[in-house]
């Protein structure tokens, strides 16, 4: 079993920046894969980014490519999500994922809530 909590989320301007926070605990060695997605009201939860907890290796969604990065810690079990140049359709709540592959998430974090208005 692996818990994940998430924190940062918050309420900004249009081009400015947030730093999501996940933090990860219990079965780890499980989570090849860190996740992060992203829900808005209406429409289905889609795949913002992902990194290898070993290699660090990350892959992005083109909409957040050169904006977005993903980075790990391993010693603080923690994985990040940098958000900058935010948009009004980056609102959203984010998730942050264990996966054992890279289509098989099995743990969830709780979400946290991004509001960018223009």
């Known amino acids: 079993q692996v818990q994940l909590v998430e924190s940062g989320g918050g309420s900004v301007q249009a081009g400015e920046s947030l730093r999501l926070s996940c933090v990860a605990s219990?079965?780890?060695?499980?989570?090849?894969?860190m996740g992060w997605f992203r829900r808005t009201p209406g429409k289905e939860r889609e795949f913002v980014g992902r990194?290898?907890?070993?290699?660090?290796?990350?892959s992005y969604r083109d909409s957040v490519k050169g904006r977005f990065t993903i980075s790990r810690d391993n010693a603080k079990n923690t994985v990040y999500l940098q958000m900058n140049s935010l948009k009004s359709e980056d609102t959203a709540v984010y998730y942050c994922?264990?996966?054992?592959?890279?289509?098989?998430?099995?743990?969830w974090g709780q979400g946290t809530q991004v509001t960018v208005s223009s």
């Open positions: 994922a264990c996966g054992s592959t890279m289509l098989n998430y099995n743990s």
């Open positions: 219990g079965r780890i060695s499980s989570c090849y894969y």
């Open positions: 990194i290898t907890w070993s290699g660090g290796s990350t």
